[in-house]
């Protein structure tokens, strides 16, 4: 990575809120490579959107100018729409000590790098979160319901009769018999 970049954009884009809209960095060497990256860090406050652009080895491999584009977009059942495209101030990429700078890969090529890359991220905070898992809280939620459930259990059946059927009747043991009037 070269460097990461803030770019700050308005929310609205006339009467269109751009907060669940994804953002792409695309840019045009001087040789006529095309490179693509998405912006997947964004902050959304109330007028602005803040987006962090990590910008990629690619931009970098060619030295010379490199015309820049950011392109707007949100997905509607799985197709692209709305796309909006804001063209941004080229910059220029400096030469490598030894000359000019490397290879650019195809379009293809950067976007199974960003693939890559996202899913080794991914795969990363996942086993953060599963070292971190812990059975503990629900094993305290069990324990709390199994004690529950003995107290609930140790309680008496409470039986009401008449003192006749009292009289009549077998008696259950751990049972609380209560003599009602008959009326």
Same mark, same amino acid.
């Given at each position: ?94 030469? /490598? ?8 890969? *195809? +379009? %293809?090529?950067? !976007?199974?790098?960003?693939? =890559?890359? $996202? ?18 809280? /629900? ?8 004690? *529950? +459930? %003995?107290?609930? !259990?140790?309680?008496?059946? =409470?039986? $009401? ?23």
């Amino acid at each position: 990575m070269a460097d990461s970049i803030n770019i700050v954009v308005g929310r609205f884009y006339g009467d269109i809120d751009l907060a669940d809209y994804k953002f792409l960095m695309a840019g045009l060497t001087a040789d006529g490579w095309e490179v693509n990256q998405s912006m997947s860090t964004k902050r959304t406050g109330s007028d602005k959107i803040t987006l962090t652009w990590k910008v990629s080895e690619d931009f970098t491999a060619n030295s010379g100018k490199l015309n820049l584009e950011l392109r707007a977009y949100n997905v509607v059942d799985g197709e692209t729409k709305n796309i909006l495209k804001y063209i941004m101030p080229p910059v220029y990429v400096r030469p /490598t000590t030894n000359g000019k700078n490397g290879f650019v890969p *195809d +379009t %293809a090529e950067q !976007l199974l790098g960003s693939i =890559v890359e $996202a899913t080794e991220q991914g795969l990363i905070s996942l086993q953060e979160k599963m070292d971190d898992f812990s059975l503990d809280e /629900t094993n305290a939620r069990l324990d709390k319901m199994e004690n *529950d +459930t %003995a107290i609930y !259990l140790a309680r008496p059946e =409470v039986i $009401a009769l008449t003192k006749e059927e009292y009289d009549s009747t077998e008696h259950k043991n751990g049972s609380l018999y209560v003599i009602i009037r008959e009326e």
